[in-house]
Structure formats: C-alpha cells, structure tokens
C-alpha cells in the first residue's frame, strides 16, 4: 500500500517521503522540520490540497532564451487513493 513514512535527517530533524505501491520513493519533503508535529501537519496539508490537484502543462526550454515554452494544456488529476494515508504515519529510525 502507498504511503507516507517520517525520518529523521542526520541533523535529527523530520523529513517526510512517500512510497509507492511497488516500494519505491517517489517523493521527498524539501523543507526539513524540527518535530514530528510540523512534519504531519506538512502532510496533513498536503493531503488536503493534492485531491483537486493539476498537471501542469509539459514545458521545453527555447532555443533561442532558455526560458519555457507551453506545448500542452494541463490536465485535471483525479484524487489518488494515496489522500487516505492517516496522521499515524511510520516513523523510521
């Protein structure tokens, strides 16, 4: 089952990550937090927000500035069964 696991960084501070169904991490918090606390609330939040989520459309740097160009519309995301993940997340040492 996908899910959200707590760690703690060598400096001790909280970090959070998210593994797929099939074990793999697909995403990593890129704030650090201090208590376990602030870290939940990270994923409390987040959990609220990614239900109505967007894609946002695919970009290409131009050639002449190095600067994004648009070349699709965005899609809207269904809510992934992952938004169930409970505060009681693991913590691993």
């Known amino acids: 089952m996908a899910r959200f696991t707590l760690y703690t960084d ?6 959070w990550k998210f593994i797929a169904n099939d ?5 990593r918090s890129s704030d650090v ?6 870290a939940i609330k ?3 939040l987040l959990k609220k927000d990614i239900g109505g989520s967007t894609v946002d459309p695919v970009v ?3 050639q002449s500035k190095g600067m994004p160009e648009r ?6 995301v269904p809510p992934p069964a992952v938004v169930e993940a409970k505060a009681g997340v ?4």
């Open 42 to 44: 990270s994923l409390e």
């Open 23 to 27: 074990d793999q991490v697909v995403a």
């Open 71 to 76: 070349v699709s519309a965005p899609a809207v």
């Open 10 to 15: 060598k400096n001790n501070d909280f970090r």
């Open 33 to 38: 937090f201090r208590t376990k606390e602030e």
């Open 90 to 93: 693991a913590v691993a040492k």
């Open 60 to 62: 290409q740097a131009s």
